[in-house]
Structure formats: structure tokens, C-alpha cells
């Protein structure tokens, strides 16, 4: 069992503008996870590993699908447990890619007293300070259209941001 105890997860969502005549009233969102992790030596929730959230349009009958946001979280430790690392937006209508952003995180040990990052869920990790560090954003818009088979064909513009920090992380 990757989590031992019982969370409350928001199915759907569903807002109505109260404004009849200007449009669609009720806006509908599902929810579906995927990845929940605990820490049992931290004794803490380590939350999903996937969050897609799926608009629905409700103006047709029946409602259908229209878009889809795909979210992505690290969730191996407690150091880094809730860090995105993308988001991606898809259209259901013809698989097509719209937007997303990958993001690139790695740890700070901000005492400098020489944590093994590679043994994060060892009794050792108690006594340990470490900070997240984002180190590279990557932006990118799509098409719309669906990937014909080849990896980044359906990209339109993409940015990269890098980020630097000094030895105290600022």
C-alpha cells in the first residue's frame, strides 16, 4: 500500500455564472489522480503524482470533453513532494496540443553538512535541511493539432528559462 490512510479527493466541480443569456451557465470540471505515496518515516503525505483535470461542455447534449490539463508532481520524499513538473494541456476533440510548461527542480542542502541526496528516505534524512531549487523552465505553445508521429511536430513556439543560484540558494 503506497498510502495507508484516507484523503478526500474533489471528484468534479461545477460553477454556475447565475447570467442566463450570455452564453454557457455551467461550467463542469472532473478530477481524476493517479500516484498517491506516503512517507512513512517522515510520517507525512507525499500527494499525487498526477492530477488531470478534464473541462467539460456542458452546452451540448450530452456533455462532452473539450479540454484536458495534465499535471505532473515529484513525489519520492518529503523534500521534494508537491514540486510540478509539467503541465500539459491537451484538446479532446482531436487529441491536438495546446500549451504546456516543464519544470526542472533540484535540492539544496542549506546547512552545507554534506546530506547524501541520493538516500532521502533513510533514517539520516531526519536531520536534514534541504531546499527546492528550480533550475530550468521549459514553455511550450502547440499547434492544436495532433502529433502526427514525430516527437515535437506539433510545436509552435517553445522558450527555455534557466535559473542559477549561489551557494545560498538565492
Same mark, same amino acid.
Given at each position: 500500500?503506497?498510502?495507508?490512510?484516507?484523503?478526500?479527493?474533489?471528484?468534479?466541480?461545477?460553477?454556475?455564472?447565475?447570467? @442566463?443569456?450570455?452564453?454557457?451557465?455551467?461550467?463542469?470540471?472532473?478530477?481524476?489522480?493517479? %500516484? @498517491?505515496?506516503?512517507?512513512?518515516?517522515?510520517?507525512?503525505? @507525499?500527494?499525487?503524482?498526477?492530477?488531470?483535470?478534464?473541462?467539460? &461542455?456542458?452546452?451540448?447534449?450530452?456533455?462532452?470533453?473539450?479540454?484536458?490539463?495534465?499535471?505532473?508532481?515529484?513525489?519520492?520524499?518529503?523534500?521534494?513532494?508537491?514540486?510540478?513538473? $509539467?503541465?500539459?494541456?491537451?484538446?479532446?476533440?482531436?487529441?491536438?496540443?495546446?500549451?504546456?510548461?516543464?519544470?526542472?527542480?533540484?535540492?539544496?542542502?542549506?546547512? !552545507? $553538512?554534506?546530506? &547524501?541526496?541520493?538516500?532521502?528516505?533513510?533514517?539520516?534524512?531526519?536531520?536534514?535541511? @534541504?531546499?527546492?531549487?528550480?533550475?530550468?523552465?521549459?514553455?511550450?505553445?502547440?499547434?492544436?493539432?495532433?502529433? %502526427?508521429?514525430?516527437? %515535437?511536430? !506539433?510545436? %509552435?513556439? $517553445? $522558450?527555455?528559462? !534557466?535559473?542559477?543560484? &549561489?551557494?545560498?540558494?538565492?
Amino acid at each position: 500500500v503506497d498510502h495507508p490512510g484516507s484523503v478526500w479527493d474533489m471528484a468534479s466541480l461545477e460553477v454556475n455564472d447565475g447570467r @442566463l443569456g450570455d452564453g454557457v451557465n455551467v461550467r463542469r470540471t472532473t478530477f481524476a489522480y493517479e %500516484g @498517491l505515496k506516503f512517507d512513512r518515516l517522515h510520517r507525512s503525505s @507525499l500527494g499525487y503524482a498526477m492530477v488531470m483535470e478534464i473541462e467539460i &461542455d456542458t452546452a451540448v447534449g450530452p456533455a462532452a470533453g473539450v479540454r484536458e490539463t495534465v499535471h505532473q508532481y515529484l513525489n519520492g520524499n518529503v523534500f521534494n513532494a508537491g514540486l510540478e513538473t $509539467s503541465t500539459t494541456v491537451n484538446d479532446l476533440s482531436n487529441g491536438g496540443y495546446i500549451k504546456g510548461v516543464k519544470q526542472t527542480w533540484t535540492l539544496h542542502d542549506v546547512r !552545507n $553538512s554534506g546530506a &547524501d541526496l541520493n538516500a532521502l528516505n533513510t533514517v539520516a534524512s531526519l536531520g536534514y535541511s @534541504l531546499a527546492p531549487l528550480l533550475t530550468k523552465i521549459i514553455t511550450v505553445v502547440g499547434t492544436g493539432a495532433p502529433s %502526427g508521429g514525430v516527437p %515535437g511536430d !506539433n510545436v %509552435g513556439q $517553445s $522558450s527555455t528559462t !534557466n535559473l542559477t543560484y &549561489d551557494d545560498l540558494g538565492d
